[in-house]
T-cell receptor, first 112, second 114 residues
Framework: KQEVTQIPAALSVPEGENLVLNCSFTDSAIYNLQWFRQDPGKGLTSLLLIQSSQREQTSGRLNASLDKSSGRSTLYIAASQPGDSATYLCAVSVDSNYQLIWGAGTKLIIKP | NAGVTQTPKFQVLKTGQSMTLQCAQDMNHEYMSWYRQDPGMGLRLIHYSVGAGITDQGEVPNGYNVSRSTTEDFPLRLLSAAPSQTSVYFC?????????????FGSGTRLTVV
């Protein structure tokens, strides 16, 4: 059974620092992986999608990498800002039954 | 604005009561789904639908019913609320139910069962 783990559960860093969020999964047979952002009281916003054949994707200050063989993905945030404070979730698409498997998220706080 | 609309945003129920969480999308998406989010856990799929008249169970379907009479609407019914159903519920829609086609999420319904 596919399981997705995100460590740490919470992270607090000063503004301006570069940081890495981690996502690991137990079964390498995934179609793709996506990172989402969740703000309090809001829905989920997609950030980066990595297909199983890709190694990384970049959008602005965000870079996501994927290593299927080791069951790991990282989300790198450069030059963090207070507006980056949110919970970051990763999800994998595993097979044809449309089910996404989610990590529990990392709550990120950027201190001004 | 196009998107997924969930109502209500907050609800408190007494054990044994029933209610319907509403979800509507205006993007003509075929795929719609309901997830619940509990503290310390990832989102879990309750039910999903791949089109009007077609629904199926997800990972945690017990205690919930769904129907899909139109493309736009996908209501979630709690038959007899239990404290274990206290959670935040998200509705999501997608063109085809895969991450690569993109998912749009509603803003959630925070449900408390006392």
């Amino acid at each position: 059974k596919q399981e997705v783990t995100q460590i740490p559960a919470a992270l607090s860093v000063p503004e301006g620092e570069n940081l890495v969020l981690n996502c690991s999964f137990t079964d390498s047979a995934i179609y793709n992986l996506q990172w989402f952002r969740q703000d309090p009281g809001k829905g989920l916003t997609s950030l980066l999608l990595i297909q199983s054949s890709q190694r990384e994707q970049t959008s602005g200050r965000l870079n996501a990498s994927l290593d299927k063989s080791s069951g790991r993905s990282t989300l790198y945030i450069a030059a963090s800002q207070p507006g980056d404070s949110a919970t970051y979730l990763c999800a994998v698409s595993v097979d044809s039954n449309y089910q996404l498997i989610w990590g529990a998220g990392t709550k990120l706080i950027i201190k001004p | 604005n196009a998107g997924v609309t969930q109502t209500p945003k907050f609800q408190v129920l007494k054990t044994g009561q029933s209610m319907t969480l509403q979800c509507a999308q205006d993007m003509n998406h075929e795929y719609m789904s309901w997830y619940r989010q509990d503290p310390g856990m990832g989102l879990r799929l309750i039910h999903y639908s791949v089109g009007a008249g077609i629904t199926d169970q997800g990972e945690v379907p017990n205690g919930y019913n769904v129907s899909r009479s139109t493309t736009e609407d996908f209501p979630l019914r709690l038959l007899s609320a239990a404290p274990s159903q206290t959670s935040v519920y998200f509705c999501a829609s997608s063109q085809a139910g895969r991450l690569e086609y993109g998912y749009t999420f509603g803003s959630g319904t925070r449900l408390t069962v006392v």
